[in-house]
């Protein structure tokens, strides 16, 4: 059974700093492309960045320069360092894998910039 918990998020300052992590279970890790996305109230849920297998990265405009995807596979494990936050931030991210054509979420965890 795939299972993926996020942790990390909370309330910050704008230009404060977070680091999700998104712990997984039930599935072999390391060969599979991994996504962190998020969903603010109202808008549609958007991909913020993504990591292949082999650590290859790809970052929505909104997150280059200031988050960093990673990946552990030794831990089963992805991370999301976020810098630089700002309110437009604020959303609730989801971590993702996608497995032959299945799409499976975590819970996702609270994002908030505001001062």
């Known amino acids: 059974q795939v299972q993926l918990v996020e942790s990390g998020g909370g309330l910050v300052q704008p230009g404060g700093s977070l680091r999700l992590s998104c712990a997984a279970s039930?599935?072999?890790?390391?060969?599979?492309?991994m996504g962190w996305y998020r969903q603010a109230p109202g808008k549609q849920r958007e991909l913020v960045a993504q990591?292949?297998?082999?650590?290859?990265?790809i970052y929505a405009d909104s997150a280059k320069g200031r988050f960093t995807i990673s990946r552990d596979n030794a831990k089963n494990t992805m991370y999301l360092q976020m810098n630089s936050l700002k309110p437009e931030d604020t959303a609730v991210y989801y971590c993702?894998?996608?497995?032959?054509?299945?799409?499976?979420w975590g819970q996702g965890t609270q994002v908030t910039v505001s001062s």
């Open positions: 993702n894998v996608l497995i032959v054509g299945n799409g499976y």
């Open positions: 990591i292949a297998s082999g650590g290859n990265t």
């Open positions: 039930g599935i072999f890790f390391s060969i599979y492309t």
